[in-house]
């Protein structure tokens, strides 16, 4: 059978970018120590958002995403919290999948329902943070929208 050598081309490329691209990840991993975000399976699943103080400046935050906030426990779609504060946030969804991003911080994850999603990061400046919806979830969801604030 002759394979056109453009196709040849192509199937090589493609094995190439593959190759970079799984030495990337591993690179990442191993040498930057870049986490890539998984499933979380040793915490209970939970249907409403709570603030957890582990150590001083240490949070747990169970944040359930449903149509259309964030709800960190009591309705509340924002929290405060002291600058230097380490924070592991436990994602999960109520109903659709919606998207949890963090402005100017690197959390960037997905809510699914029935699944947890776990990302730590420190806030180290004070100021408003942002959270947003980031996957379309239906009429009210460039309303959806959270807070955290960190205060000096
Ligand atoms: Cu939730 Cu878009």
Known sequence: MKIDPFEKL???????LLAIFLLAIIYANF????????????T??????AVIETSPKSYEVHVVARMWFF??????NEI??????????FLTSADVIHGFKIINKDINMMAMLGVIGRLETTFDKPGEYLIVCHEYCGIGHQGMYGKIKVTE
Request: with cysteine.
């Open 80 to 89: 405060t919290i002291s600058t230097g504060s380490r924070v592991t946030f």
């Open 71 to 76: 709800d960190f426990g009591e309705n509340q």
């Open 44 to 49: 209970k699943p939970f249907t409403s958002g």
């Open 31 to 42: 040498d930057l120590s870049i986490k890539i975000p998984t499933c979380e399976i040793n």
């Open 10 to 16: 192509a199937m090589i490329g493609g094995g190439v």
